[in-house]
């Protein structure tokens, strides 16, 4: 069964707009976490954010937010204020196990095409 | 912030012959090393998790044979791709998570730049 669920496999914003990326998981675990990576055309992955299944509240790293629902069992990526390098992949990714446990790994979502127009 | 580098960002290679792919972590210990591999227009699927000094745990359908992966120290995993195929091509990225109480480096967040390998 899939664990992790990306829906939108494209998705158009103008510039300063926000923009919502969903994701979904499906876990038996209590203990998780799940998080946000950006892939640039470079290939490079670069953390967005990360929610742990614990926080109470939700996650925020400067515009990117993430708008955590447990009991849906979705996290989703919320960008404020969209820039043109903002252009990029976007996957999410969910962590089984708590943190620091060392044979924990991660599964990858199949990704969303963000791109920001003027 | 903790960073991971990874070298080469691209390599062509003959056939046939071998190629090593290195990820360091360059300002914190990596006790634990991920190898991953990205197909084109997909997602990143992982191939093996190394532990600093001891082997590597292959993820189902990854032949060990064919990606050796060596965790000699803690800021250094290689993963080499031995007698390569053209099918072998691909966009290979490492990640790097310590053990220590920082939580960023605690929780996998940090990728290197990855490579792309281009078997003719």
């Known amino acids: 069964a899939q664990k992790i669920t990306q829906t939108q496999p494209g998705m158009f914003v103008q510039e300063k707009e926000a923009v919502t990326l969903d994701c979904t998981y499906d876990t038996s675990d209590q203990s998780y976490g799940l998080f946000w990576y950006k892939q640039p055309s470079s290939g490079e992955m670069i953390f967005l954010i990360y929610q742990g299944s614990y926080d109470e509240q939700n996650a925020t790293e400067g515009r990117y937010s993430l708008n955590f629902q447990k009991a849906r069992k979705s996290a989703n990526l919320v960008i404020s204020a969209s820039q043109l390098g903002d252009s990029a992949m976007y996957f999410c990714a969910m962590r089984e196990g708590p943190r620091g446990f060392n044979t924990d790994k991660l599964i990858f979502g199949t990704g969303t095409r963000l791109q920001v127009f003027p | 912030g903790a960073v991971v580098s990874q070298h080469p960002s691209r390599v062509i290679c003959k056939s046939g012959t071998s190629v090593k792919i290195e990820c360091r972590s360059l300002?914190?210990?990596?006790?634990?090393m991920f190898w991953y591999r990205q197909f084109p227009k997909k997602s990143l699927m992982l191939m093996a998790t190394?532990?600093?000094?001891?082997?590597?745990?292959?993820e189902q359908g990854v032949e060990k044979d064919k990606f050796l992966i060596n965790h000699a120290s803690l800021t250094l995993s290689t993963l080499t791709v031995t007698s390569a195929h053209p099918e072998d091509s691909s966009f290979y990225i490492c990640s790097a998570r310590g053990g220590g109480l920082d939580v960023r480096e605690n929780t996998e967040a940090f990728f290197g730049q990855g490579t792309r390998l281009t078997v003719v």
């Open positions: 190394s532990n600093e000094g001891s082997k590597a745990t292959y």
């Open positions: 300002d914190f210990q990596a006790t634990t």
